[in-house]
């Protein structure tokens, strides 16, 4: 860059003051000034529950998102699931602090575990992600395609819990959908471009699909949790239909077939949202936490 | 460089931003895409991030007719020394603002 261009982009950059380099940073509390009392009749420890159930999702899925950098074909890829990763990473932030004070008003006395502990120092049977936010991409298709999947269904949520009767649930939920909008895009412009792309690519594309589809049907699994929250969570099957509608549209646009494959077996009944994990999880959670682990209670 | 193993690069594109005051897009730089609405989602990614913007152009750099810099005087030295064509031939009253 000449500097005349430098200076030019320095001063579109200046407008808004806000120096911040990236949302997540530049502050220690993600729902600082804002009242998070738990609104009257709704269930605390389901609503924290709830909100460390959607914070995992977020967590998880960003750790496996920022394990693709450096490695994606393209530097600007790279930016680009980077800032997903990133947007994630800030909606984990306030969904796990939104859960620590849920907590901590059913404990009373305490203000409840804040972010970091929830982040760092619970046990791999207590993360509550679904399965699908913890797998490995083998490759880029698996990436566009997971991340079809995952912000589209996400993006269902969210529309869902716009007028929660948790102010601080929909405020985060407003926020997210915007961010995961724009994820969806992303992803559905890579898996119609590689589906209706070579030979080489679509078989690819369709491989991975087929692949991920056996972790699609967890999505929109009924759990309790979300039913003892009636007016403040929404109901996961109720999403089931918005989400084939869209995975319709995209892949007719891309030329794939539907994905047949069973659902992944429950272990028990049990799944992702009960603390049953892939073995994924193990190794996601050993790389997230060790250095919060070998220095806890660093500040950085 | 004719071996059809080398990879060939994505086409270049130049990225133009507008901030959020109405001022003029202006050129922020360019990037690589395989098509423009490509390039239009890696120019909210690379020169939005820090709220530059609220309204983004690509060109393909190939699309660009550019003067050349052995032109340079032909093209610009002439209006060089033509300082008639500034008005700068008169006195500005003292009461008169915003000049």
Known sequence: MTDDEFTAYHDLADETGDHRWAFGTGFTDPLEGIDTSVPDGVNAAALAAYCLMLGDDALIYSHRLQQWMTRLPELEEETAIANIALDLLGQARMLLARAGRAEGAVLAESTGRSEDQLAFFRLEKDFRNVRLAEHADADFAQLAGRLLIFSTWRLALLGRLHDSRDPVLAAIAAKGAKELAYHRDYAAQWVIRLGDGTELSRTRMQAALDTLWPLVDELFRADTVAGDLPGVAADPAGLRAEFDDVLGTVLAAATLDHPGAAPMAEVAGKCGRDGVHTEALGYVLAELQSVARAHPDAAW | ?99
């Not at chain 2, 270049?12 to 005051?21: A, D, H, Q, T």
């Not at chain 2, 360019?30 to 913007?53: C, I, K, V």
């Open chain 2, 1 to 99: 460089m004719e071996d059809a193993q080398v990879r060939s690069e994505w086409p270049l594109y130049e990225v133009f931003l507008r901030g959020k005051r109405g001022l003029n897009h202006v050129h922020v730089g360019s990037l690589h895409a395989a098509d423009p609405q490509m390039a239009l989602h890696h120019a909210r990614d690379l020169y939005t991030r820090r709220n530059e913007g609220v309204s983004i152009w690509v060109v393909a750099s190939a699309d660009i007719t550019a003067s050349s810099p052995d032109e340079k005087d032909p093209f610009f030295a002439p209006s060089g020394d033509k300082v008639y064509r500034h008005p700068t031939f008169y006195e500005i009253p003292d009461d008169v603002p915003h000049m």
